[in-house]
């Protein structure tokens, strides 16, 4: 069985003093749940403001990008020894917004992918297909470019602790959520490509999220798919209430 996972990406919001806010609501909503693992993303300035506040509460704490070196003359990056630093165990690595706004290619997810495990990071590696690729009906072939790109070169035990989410570009920010079937299709699509890169073990183990315009009306319908582990949520984890709701996908 995979222990479903559901992370907030808070993206460019909350300042040290809403981030706290959030948590304090947050925290009393999802206190008692056991059987999924949540992590909530915030910048990194308020990255080492969080780890007082979530300790007791069961919720990981994680970065939104990492660099891959560990340190040097790399003005406004950030190495994973210093998200550990600042109390993070995951990192968010390749989001489409990366991908689109700031030049992040299969090369630098790869790298970033690498140094996170070597620094004993969780990543949680994000692939999708914008609506154009969709529409030309190359899905398949740009998740497979993204998951072949973004993890060469590992070993399936390097690859155990990834976490992999599913992002169509076009679902993001637009709420316009993939249909079960949708997401369900991608999702076990992405799992062979796991089989063939690491092994049947390792597929049946890792983690695949979903993320595009997830609430909490449509969380138990992605949920309920055999292959849809967990949810990467972008808007509706900035509000304690919706993201607990979320959370609590199964109740
Ligand atoms: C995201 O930021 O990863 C995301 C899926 O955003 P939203 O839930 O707002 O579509």
Redesign the pocket.
């Known amino acids: 069985m995979r222990k479903p996972v559901i992370a907030g990406?808070w993206?460019l919001f909350k300042t040290k003093n809403e981030a706290l806010a959030l948590i304090e609501e947050l925290a009393p909503l999802v206190s008692g749940v056991s059987n999924v693992e949540i992590v909530v993303a915030p910048v990194f300035t308020v990255l080492p403001t969080l780890p007082a506040a979530l300790a007791g509460t069961g919720i990981s704490l994680a970065a939104q990008d990492v660099f891959w070196e560990e340190e040097g003359a790399f003005t406004g990056e950030v190495s994973p020894r210093m998200l550990l630093d600042a109390g993070a165990s995951h990192v968010i690595i390749g989001?489409s917004?990366r991908r689109q706004y700031f030049g992040e290619t299969e090369e630098t997810v790869n790298k970033k992918v690498k140094a996170a495990l070597k620094g004993a990071l969780v990543p949680i590696m994000?692939i999708g297909e914008t609506l154009e690729a969709r529409e030309a009906g190359d899905t398949f072939k740009v998740l497979e470019r993204q998951l072949r790109g973004g993890l060469e070169g590992l070993t399936a035990t390097q690859f155990a602790p990834v976490i992999i989410?599913y992002?169509p570009v076009w679902?993001?920010?637009?709420g316009k959520v993939a249909s079960d079937d949708q997401a369900q299709e991608a999702h076990a699509f992405i799992r062979s490509v796991v089989t063939e890169l690491f092994g049947k073990p390792a597929a049946e183990k890792v983690r695949i999220l979903y993320?595009?315009?997830?609430k909490p009306e449509n969380a138990k319908g992605l949920m309920s798919r055999p292959d849809i582990d967990g949810a990467?949520?972008?808007?509706?984890?900035l509000k304690g209430s919706s993201f607990a709701s979320i959370v609590r996908y199964g109740e």
């Open positions: 990406n993206k989001h917004e994000c989410a992002e679902a993001i920010g637009t993320g595009g315009s997830v990467l949520v972008g808007g509706a984890s």
